[in-house]
């Protein structure tokens, strides 16, 4: 198995990719001998990978990271970077790799407070791995500050570093940042690619892996969700019969809460996996004794977790509500090709008797305004709108068609 294997449906980009791989190595090891470099590379220091949601983006750019840190022996032998089973493979892909850094949005910015050690760390020389790597997973939530901290490191990055952006597209990235880097653009993988990998490598059922791929229309990881956990199916199917249970005023203000509560279950669920364990990860740093009081002088540093605890929290929040709309678009254009006789294949053919329902006592022109609303419930809750209002509001605008 290589990195490049759960890539689904991205075969040209990986072979770029390892071609890439390949020269960087070539790269690594002309440094090492004080040999001449080799004339023509494909390898840069810093890529942009765009691509819609589902397609990968973040996974092709850990395969990336993977490959240029790769040391298995077989690559002296002739053996491509990036065979998935050696100590730097490993570690770049599951995450803890020294020498490969990832940023993730905590809540709706990267901050720059956030980028500041990322980008002094850019600066240095690799640890113990072959390239000091540098993994931005929500380049589109950059603000201002941290987009222009990050631009000064990839004007003028150190030898050794490879800056690895990731966002839906080029128009998400500032113009100063995307004319410095290598574009790559990831398409959604198909229906039946995205089956098959979840057959092969997950194990799953054919059926239940071509359902959850149909339902999800290509978006992998969603799809291995939907595959193998019951309760994603569980919250899927409550969504999709949202769309019935809006006669009356009151029934709207109920959907809305529960889509509200359920988003905060989820946030409320990951909090308690992960904030706990990281408090007591940084009160053992701080030199805490057990069930004492904290040092003098740390206060500040355990209030900054706390905020980034919450803005996590919030986050997770929107993300949830986020994939609950999804769902909804995914239902209201299965009703809309079912109104106008397309032979588009239906995502949703387990909800079918609800979807014939609502296209046979609605229009067309109704069921647009209701896909509308539902983008304008996603808009809202982008700038921050408090979730209930802008969920309200939507199921109320679903009511009225």
Same mark, same amino acid.
């Given at each position: ?9 991205? +075969? $040209? ?15 690594? *090891? ?19 990978? *765009?691509?819609?949601?589902?397609? %990968? ?33 490993? /570690?770049?892909?599951? %995450? *803890? ?15 720059? $407070? ?6 002094? $760390? ?64 990831? &398409? ?40 193998? @956990? ?34 905060? +279950?989820?946030? #409320? ?13 940084? $009160? ?18 355990? #209030? ?9 929290? /919030? ?13 909804? /678009?995914?239902?209201? &254009? @299965? ?34 305004? &209701? ?29 009225? %068609?």
């Amino acid at each position: 198995m290589t990195v490049w294997d759960d890539l689904v449906g991205q +075969e $040209k980009v990986s072979e770029l990719l390892a071609a890439a791989a390949r020269d960087a190595d070539a790269l690594v *090891t002309a440094a090492a001998a004080c040999a001449p470099l080799p004339e023509a590379s494909r390898m840069t220091h810093a890529w942009l990978f *765009t691509g819609p949601p589902g397609a %990968g983006r973040n996974r092709t750019a850990r395969a990336f990271a993977a490959a240029l840190q790769c040391v298995s022996p077989d690559r002296a032998l002739g053996g491509a970077p990036g065979c998935g089973f050696c100590d730097g493979c490993h /570690t770049a892909l599951i %995450g *803890t790799h020294a020498d490969v850094t990832t940023v993730a949005a905590v809540g709706a910015e990267i901050l720059v $407070k956030d980028m500041r050690d990322t980008v002094r $760390k850019s600066f240095t020389s690799p640890a113990n791995g072959r390239w000091q790597i540098i993994l931005v997973e929500d380049a589109e939530r950059l603000n201002e500050k941290s987009a222009n901290a990050v631009l000064k490191a990839v004007e003028e990055p150190a030898p050794r570093t490879v800056w690895l952006l990731c966002a839906p597209s080029l128009e998400d990235v500032l113009p100063t940042i995307r004319s410095r880097c290598r574009h790559l653009n990831l &398409r959604t993988p198909s229906v039946d690619a995205v089956a098959d990998m979840l057959v092969r490598r997950e194990g799953i059922e054919p059926a239940v892996a071509a359902a959850a791929a149909r339902a999800t229309q290509g978006h992998v990881d969603r799809a291995r969700r939907l595959a193998t @956990d019951p309760a994603a199916r569980e919250r899927r199917a409550s969504v999709l019969k949202l769309p019935l249970r809006l006669d009356e005023v009151g029934a709207c203000l109920r959907a809305a809460q529960e889509l509200v509560d359920a988003a905060a +279950e989820d946030a #409320k669920q990951l909090a308690e996996e992960m904030d706990g364990k990281e408090t007591e990860e940084l $009160k053992t740093a701080l030199g805490a004794a057990q069930g004492g009081r904290m040092p003098r002088g740390t206060a500040g540093v355990m #209030k900054d977790l706390e905020d980034m605890q919450k803005r996590r929290r /919030t986050r997770t929040q929107r993300d949830s509500l986020d994939l609950a709309l999804t769902d909804l /678009t995914g239902f209201y &254009r @299965d009703v809309l090709a079912l109104q106008l006789g397309s032979r588009v294949a239906i995502a949703n053919a387990d909800a079918e008797e609800a979807l014939g329902r609502l296209a046979r006592g609605s229009s067309p022109e109704s069921t647009l305004r &209701r896909i509308e609303a539902v983008s304008a419930c996603r808009e809202a809750l982008d700038r921050n709108v408090a979730p209930l209002l802008a969920v309200e509001a939507m199921t109320m605008a679903l009511r009225a %068609g």
